[in-house]
């Protein structure tokens, strides 16, 4: 695999409010500086970022891939009681027809405005409508499947798997391996994902999970993190992401890790 070949498939903009550092326009300037071809943006539950992403993009010669990081409700997104509902599953989606735009934009509407719970919300009713022309990466430590696997529990693994499967398509199920060995149980789930990918047939991509450009950018970042949480910089107890990498790294880097 060459690094040209490499794609960055989870990119978070300053369109995930409080949540990430640089600009749609930034994330392809970057991959480009990187070599690569093509870029997604995948921001936290919606997707006013897209149109602008898309124009820099085709501006600066890299494919534009264009997707969210949705969040599904634990049960139906309608259900809004405090405690039971406020537990949620981040999933990355990604458009592969365009189609699967539209339905993109129909899932960030509705999840907005049917399913509004602290966040925008779809679930199972949804997807099944709504899933087609979409590709589908199991997300970061809080989604269903890695908290599945984090929990060992095979069984829940299949079921989940199958479902997906039956929303997108077998083959546009993905499980999402991110090297972030200071984030407890992530190394577990990758193990596990591993494990299950081999057995289920469910193929392996390698993300970021980035959430600014480049590794100088962490503290800039830890700052906009205060901003939200609404807490000091030097309070050792703040939740904070600094003990991590979670820059668009370069395609060397992630071939060395994921050998």
């Not at 500086?33 to 600066?60: I, P, S, W």
Request: hydrophobic fraction near 35%; charged fraction near 25%; include cysteine.
């Amino acid at each position: 695999m060459k690094k040209e070949d490499f794609v960055h498939v989870h990119c978070h903009s300053t369109y995930s409010l409080l949540e990430a550092l640089p600009s749609p326009e930034e994330i392809v300037l970057r991959a480009k500086e990187l070599g690569q071809t093509a870029v997604a943006l995948t921001d936290k539950g919606y997707t006013y970022g897209l149109t602008e992403f898309y124009q820099y993009a085709l501006k600066h010669d890299i494919k534009p891939i264009l997707g969210l990081e949705t969040y599904m409700a634990r049960r139906s997104r309608h259900d809004k009681e405090a405690g039971t509902d406020t537990k949620r599953y981040p999933l990355v989606l990604l458009a592969e027809t365009q189609e699967g735009y539209e339905n993109l934009l129909q899932l960030a509407t509705k999840a907005a405005l049917e399913g509004m719970y602290y966040k925008p919300r779809v679930d199972a009713e949804l997807l099944e409508q709504y899933g087609k022309g979409l590709i589908a990466l199991s997300g970061p430590i809080g989604g269903a499947i890695p908290q599945a696997a984090l929990a060992e529990d095979g069984e829940r693994i299949k079921e989940l798997v199958e479902q997906y499967r039956g929303f997108f398509g077998k083959d546009n199920l993905y499980f999402e391996l991110m090297e972030l060995p200071n984030v407890s149980g992530q190394s577990e789930i990758n193990q596990q994902l591993i494990k299950w990918g081999k057995e289920l047939g469910v193929p392996l991509v390698a993300t970021c999970n980035s959430h600014y450009c480049k590794p100088d950018d962490a503290e800039a970042h830890d700052v906009l993190l205060c901003i939200q949480k609404n807490a000091h910089v030097d309070d050792p107890s703040r939740f904070s992401m600094r003990d991590s990498d979670f820059s668009m790294r370069p395609f060397e880097e992630i071939e060395k890790i994921f050998s």
